[in-house]
């Protein structure tokens, strides 16, 4: 059976042990690596947000019992805090330069796929919205490595893995492959492939 090449780490293998990636095949190695430290950063951000927003809710309520509000200011910054400011704030952790803490410890970003810029706040409360349905959450954990996720379409969104930032698996330019053994051609103006030796119509230009 005639082998196949990653576009990302290079390894060769099996066709059938290839998967797509933003619909472009790459190997189970590398789709299930990305998916992995998306997974990762999803649980680190949920853990920051938790510490974050236990801390401010005892430091909120330790401020009014020193000022001893009335307790209907009492109930009323409590509740604005947890279904209000809370979630926004989680919704929101992409917006740090396309990153969350999370997506900063784990090597992966999001960006505007129409500028290939940092998304900024705007672009992670939409991505992050669906959250909102109880399911969704655990829906979006095992979609992660097809790449876009349920929320990317409407924010115009992409995730991409920061190594790799640059390659067309992530930029949504296609590299030309090989016929012969599906080598990247990408920057190849030789007219060979240079892993086989077959022929290249077109020279392929740099991506």
């Given amino acids: 059976m005639t082998s196949t090449v990653c576009p990302l780490c290079r390894r060769f293998g099996k066709p059938r042990a290839f998967k797509p990636l933003y619909g472009v095949m790459v190997c189970r190695r590398c789709r299930n690596g990305f998916a992995s430290r998306r997974q990762l950063a999803f649980i680190l951000d949920w ?48 917006g740090f330069g396309g990153y969350s803490p999370g997506k900063m410890i784990c090597g992966v970003r999001v960006i505007d796929l129409a500028t290939e810029r940092p998304a900024g706040f705007v672009m992670s409360l939409k991505r992050n919205l669906v959250l909102l349905v109880p399911p969704m959450p655990l829906i979006v954990a095992f979609s992660l490595g097809r790449g876009h996720r349920i929320g990317d379409g409407w924010a115009g969104t992409r995730v991409v893995l920061r190594k790799y930032a640059d390659h067309p698996v992530f930029t949504g330019i296609v590299a030309p492959n090989c016929t012969e053994c599906r080598y990247d051609l990408t920057g190849n103006t030789t007219g060979v492939c240079s892993e086989c030796g077959a022929p290249v119509a077109q020279p392929a230009i740099a991506a």
């Fill in 47 to 94: 853990a920051v947000w938790y510490l974050v927003s236990s801390v401010a809710a005892v430091a909120a309520i330790l401020l009014l019992a020193w000022w001893r509000a009335p307790q209907p200011v009492v109930t009323t910054v409590l509740v604005v805090g947890i279904y209000v400011l809370a979630p926004l704030v989680l919704f929101m952790k992409d």
